[in-house]
């Protein structure tokens, strides 16, 4: 299914406790917009009834049965994509416009 790197699993625990959100899963949404790309969405929220329910590296992830296909073989990493500018990225094989990364140590089994 879906995974968290170290590094993001580290990144998402901080957030959740400067939030005062610990305690809560992360939930990981996906759409595919117009043309057919993927918008990602992560946020803490409480599972509901038909969530699917997934530990990564210590994290609760929690996706809607609708989600699931599309985050099939996915990672969550968190990179510096400019000196001092941090974000989430999504390595996912389901995306349409997914290229794999090179040269890039995202924390992955090679």
Known sequence: MI???????SEIQN???QG???GL??????RADDSGAFEYGIGFDEAGES????????VTLLIA???????????IDYVEIEP???HF???????????PPSGHDSGLDS
């Open 25 to 30: 899963a992360l939930r990981v949404a996906v």
């Open 84 to 86: 001092g500018k941090f």
């Open 51 to 58: 969530d699917i329910s997934i530990e990564s590296e210590g």
């Open 65 to 75: 049965p609708v989600n699931e296909e599309m985050l099939k073989g996915a990672t």
């Open 20 to 22: 005062n959100m610990e």
């Open 3 to 9: 995974k968290l790197t170290p590094t993001a699993a």
């Open 15 to 17: 957030q959740a406790k």
């Open 89 to 99: 990225i999504f390595l996912n094989p389901n995306d349409p416009n997914y290229v």
